[in-house]
């Protein structure tokens, strides 16, 4: 059984690439995060070949996963980087970026933020708001910075089919800015002396479950875009989804087709996330408890929300299975975290065989928004994180276990 082509059953036991995950939680106990690097790089050059046709340049959604060593792996094949945060800035210079490889995104940067991004020469900032470009112009200005590269990010007013917590284009959202708004910025670009208004950046929303949005963003892009000489760029974005097993979710190449008409002509920026870590990751946790009750089974394990936040913040389903398959019929559990919230369920009605204190069980899909968003609430230590490297045979530890000593590191005592 293969659940990608990296992560599969064989005699029985999942394996991520050629690594037997139940060794992996033998050696580090869980719960841990696995990240397969081949699979990785499987979906980045999957997506670089949707959109050959427009010689994209691709920059990796840090904020899918921050951890280094995945920076490291994309940046090493040539990816860009697309960072909301400095914090985000820095991880990537420390794993080898050069600052014109990164574009700097967010609704709300700092002056602080800014003036780290223009100390470190990075390549794009994708602006949100007027008063932004006031203090990216003012602090250019004071470094001596000039024709710093600036995308303005449109917000198309048009709601995309996805989840309402990651749909990111519509009129009701903080992000983004208005047709109105950019043509007015655009017909008074002297104003801001130190900045050059070379592009449009246009982002609709996370996992879409159509191309009907992002091809109704894109293209009102490009028709502002082709009003103005200065602008050579269209940053379109990400929101390419990744296939949870729930669902019917269009391909890259669907996204591709959809868009490479409207962007001809045009240097073409692409920012996924989620479609090429996603599938990546699995997390491995372990049976505490078992219980019975309100004709309901309930699997304690020891991975909760502090872990995995998604199926609490966006009611996601993730599939989760044995890390051992069983011999006994399935039967429908619930999969439940130790944390003190009623919410902490992994999983809902899950399909299982009949499991013991002690079984392995792995959720899928987690590479994007998993560990890095995850938390100390209830003083849980952040969760171990591991990666395969790309010949598929090898792995070693890409974040230790927190441990309870450096809960307390940044406190005063």
Partial sequence: MSLNTSIEYRDEQLYVDDISADDIATHMGTPTYVYSLKRVLDNYRRIQDAFATVKPHVHYSAKANANIQILKTLLSVGAGIDCVSAGEIFKALKGGAKGEQIVFAGVGKTPDEIKFALENGVGWFNVENIAELDYINRIAKSLGRREVNIALRLNPEVTANTHPNIATGHGAAKFGLTEKAILHVLDNMSDWANLAFTGIHVHVGSQLHDTNATQK?????????????????????????????????????????????????????????RSIIGDAGILITEVLYIKQQA?????????????????????????????????????????????????????????????????RLAILTVGAYGAVMASNYNARPLPAEIVIAPEGNSWHIARKRQSYENLLRDELE
């Fill in 217 to 273: 963003g894109v293209q009102t892009a490009r028709d502002i875009a082709d009003r103005y000489e200065s602008i050579t760029t269209l940053n379109i974005g990400g929101g390419m989804p990744t296939d949870y097993g729930t669902a019917n979710v269009p391909s890259v190449d669907a996204f591709a087709e959809t868009v490479m008409p409207l962007v001809e002509g045009y240097d073409i920026i692409l920012e996924p996330g």
């Fill in 295 to 359: 004709g309901e089974t309930f699997y304690i394990v020891d991975g909760s929300m502090t872990e995995l936040i998604r199926p609490m913040l966006y009611d996601a389903t993730h599939q989760i299975v044995p890390v051992k398959q069983g011999k006994t019929e399935t039967h429908s559990a619930q999969v439940v975290g130790p944390v003190c919230e009623t919410t902490d369920v992994l999983g809902r009605n899950v399909a299982l065989p009949q499991l013991q204190i002690g079984d």
